[in-house]
């Protein structure tokens, strides 16, 4: 039996009755929660089966489950694509997996960027977030010497949050680190 992840313990002891208090939802299901995280990674379109697998290796490493390629839909010349040539890898994680993704993205893989004061606080409007890593050697589970080539990682965290404030909010409880938005100067001498 495997045991219940930090930030589900987190979420389902301290989260839930946080927001229930400041938002004053009637019922603890109106409280929105995180219902998948997707990796997403793109990949050249002429990179060798090696590359392809190389990164297909590094992404089951850090999601903790086998992804799958994507294909291209259709070809495209100016871009050397072929139609079924794949273009990406993908994974989505949800239940305990996603959870101990999330933890080990906010705790450790975020602080260890170099000079990092936060991440956006933007959503996309309907409460989920998006963010770019440019270098997903920022995980611990991936080691510098096997790397021949880095890779970015596209992470969408997905929420049940009818709006953007729900959404910004149940993330900073879960401890995002949003970057401070800074206090406008002003132009008097």
């Known amino acids: 039996m495997s045991s219940i992840p930090t930030l589900k313990t987190l979420y389902t002891e301290q989260i839930t009755p946080a927001l229930v208090a400041s938002r ?6 109106d409280v929105p929660k995180i219902t998948k995280v ?3 990674s793109g990949i050249h379109a002429d990179a060798d089966k090696n590359l392809i697998a190389d990164i297909q290796r590094d992404m089951a490493i850090i999601a903790g489950q086998k992804p799958i390629l994507t294909k291209s839909k259709k070809a495209i010349s100016n871009f050397k694509l072929r139609q079924g040539q794949t273009v990406g890898c993908c994974v989505t994680l949800r239940g305990n997996s996603m959870w101990e993704f ?3 993205l906010i705790a450790v893989a975020l602080p260890t960027i170099r000079d990092f004061r936060g991440v956006s606080p933007k959503l996309d409007g309907n409460g989920n977030y998006n963010i770019g890593i440019t270098d997903f050697t920022i995980f611990p589970e991936i080691t510098v010497e096997n790397v021949k080539k880095t890779m970015g990682l596209d ?3 997905v929420t049940t949050a009818t709006t953007d404030d729900e959404g910004r909010e149940l993330l900073s409880l879960l401890g995002m680190p949003f970057r401070r938005s800074e206090p406008a100067k002003s132009n008097a001498a």
């Open 155 to 157: 992470i969408t965290i």
């Open 24 to 29: 004053g939802y009637k019922n603890k299901h």
């Open 38 to 40: 997707v990796l997403n």
């Open 102 to 104: 999330l933890y080990r």
